[in-house]
């Protein structure tokens, strides 16, 4: 949804916009859904499937830098027709293996520009591991010394290529947390081009801001992915025995672990909604008492975060990742952070929740970060505008 709000709000001023991705599926059965108000290039084929790299164990090298190189050329077919290039993909060294002469911007979202499963997160815990050796237990737990040996090599190839890609053309973190996990691993020189540009909102699709209207009790808005790394399960093996019979938990969103949270956790009071259009999502966290992000791994810059400041609901999250520095997105107050679970729910549950305006808080807009990021498209495209 990022891609989409920065483009949409880039045609609302005037510049001329096209989103470029895959041709499967086709476009035309999901441009609803994607909200895009531009065209559309199906420019890349899926070359993605494969290379079995669960079954052998091991990060194969090369794949990666493949796949990027593909993507590199289906850019490069249509490049010419256009003053820019901003880049939101998964392969942090595409920018390799595009010409310094080409205007290529790329945005990182996740830990991938050094970690192959872009997470950082491993056996249900933060991972801080520097040396690529570490890494080998991510594709099998138990790697033998053959698979140590080629994983190792994969990930080495892998930081290298993205580090050569990241001294040849700009790179927009989305955090500053992001950066600076990314220099952890990459080396300093390949921060040289880099810039810091929060996540930010559609406030255009955000409801009306409204107070919450519950005669009794609280309802709790929760919306992530059902997996390990967002924290819905240890929230809800915290929250759900203590819970007050007058409160809900709306719970948003489906994955690995979904099947598993609603046989353990679904409840009168606990509430699993799965997947549903984005509006009901915006809906119920405009309306809730209180969000909870309860992510346990290190998110670069959550949106959820921002919807939740931007609709004035108070926002528990654990003070991790980029999370601390979106508190400038809200009133004074509004974003708690906690430095565990416990912590978090025990607050959650005595503490008085205040529904606030989100006027004084700085914009969480496309367009308020617009500045930045035509600063970086210009930098490269002297005298004349960037469209």
């Given at each position: 949804m990022h891609v989409v709000t920065l483009g949409n709000s880039l045609l609302s001023q005037g510049h001329e916009v096209v989103l470029m991705g895959r041709n499967t599926p086709a476009y035309s059965l999901c441009a609803e859904a994607v909200g895009f108000r531009g065209d559309f290039i199906a420019g890349f084929t899926d070359p993605f499937r494969g290379w079995k790299e669960p079954q052998l164990g091991i990060f194969i090298p090369g794949k990666r830098s493949f796949f990027a190189r593909n993507i590199a050329a289906g850019i490069m077919r249509h490049a010419g027709n256009f003053d820019v290039v901003h880049y939101h993909g998964h392969y942090p060294?595409?920018?390799?293996?595009?010409?310094?002469?080409?205007?290529?911007?790329?945005?990182?979202?996740?830990?991938?520009?050094?970690?192959?499963?872009?997470?950082?997160?491993?056996?249900?815990?933060?991972?801080?591991?520097?040396?690529?050796?570490?890494?080998?237990?991510?594709?099998?737990?138990?790697?033998?010394?053959?698979?140590?040996?080629?994983?190792?090599?994969?990930?080495?190839?892998?930081?290298?290529?993205?580090?050569?890609?990241?001294?040849?053309?700009?790179?927009?973190?989305?955090?500053?947390?992001?950066?600076?996990?990314?220099?952890?691993?990459?080396?300093?020189?390949?921060?040289?081009?880099?810039?810091?540009?929060?996540?930010?909102?559609?406030?255009?699709?955000?409801?009306?801001?409204?107070?919450?209207?519950?005669?009794?009790?609280?309802?709790?808005?929760?919306?992530?992915?059902?997996?390990?790394?967002?924290?819905?399960?240890?929230?809800?093996?915290?929250?759900?025995?203590?819970?007050?019979?007058?409160?809900?938990?709306?719970?948003?969103?489906?994955?690995?672990?979904?099947?598993?949270?609603?046989?353990?956790?679904?409840?009168?009071?606990?509430?699993?909604?799965?997947?549903?259009?984005?509006?009901?999502?915006?809906?119920?966290?405009?309306?809730?008492?209180?969000?909870?992000?309860?992510?346990?791994?290190?998110?670069?810059?959550?949106?959820?975060?921002?919807?939740?400041?931007?609709?004035?609901?108070p926002c528990f999250a654990l003070r991790r990742g980029g999370t601390p520095e979106l508190a400038r997105y809200g009133n004074p107050g509004q974003l708690h952070l906690f430095e565990s679970m416990p912590e978090l729910v025990d607050e959650l549950l005595s503490v008085p929740l205040k529904v606030s305006t989100p006027s004084l808080g700085e914009e969480a807009t496309a367009l308020a970060r617009m500045p930045e990021l035509l600063a970086l498209y210009s930098a490269r495209i002297p005298d004349r505008a960037v469209s």
């Open positions: 060294m595409v920018g390799k293996y595009v010409p310094e002469s080409l205007n290529f911007v790329q945005t990182r979202h996740d830990q991938g520009s050094d970690c192959l499963v872009h997470t950082r997160f491993k056996n249900g815990r933060i991972c801080n591991e520097i040396n690529p050796s570490a890494c080998a237990g991510c594709v099998t737990p138990l790697p033998n010394r053959l698979q140590a040996v080629i994983s190792t090599r994969a990930v080495s190839q892998y930081r290298r290529h993205t580090a050569e890609a990241f001294q040849r053309h700009p790179v927009v973190f989305v955090s500053k947390f992001l950066r600076d996990n990314a220099a952890r691993g990459l080396g300093q020189r390949a921060m040289v081009l880099s810039a810091v540009v929060h996540n930010f909102c559609d406030e255009a699709a955000l409801p009306e801001k409204l107070q919450a209207v519950h005669s009794s009790g609280r309802v709790l808005h929760v919306a992530g992915r059902l997996d390990a790394a967002k924290g819905v399960g240890p929230l809800l093996d915290y929250l759900s025995p203590r819970l007050p019979l007058d409160w809900r938990v709306n719970v948003f969103g489906d994955g690995p672990l979904g099947t598993e949270f609603r046989a353990r956790y679904r409840s009168a009071q606990v509430v699993f909604h799965g997947h549903v259009p984005r509006s009901v999502v915006l809906a119920s966290a405009a309306s809730a008492d209180a969000i909870v992000v309860p992510s346990v791994w290190e998110e670069p810059c959550g949106t959820v975060v921002l919807e939740a400041l931007r609709v004035g609901r």
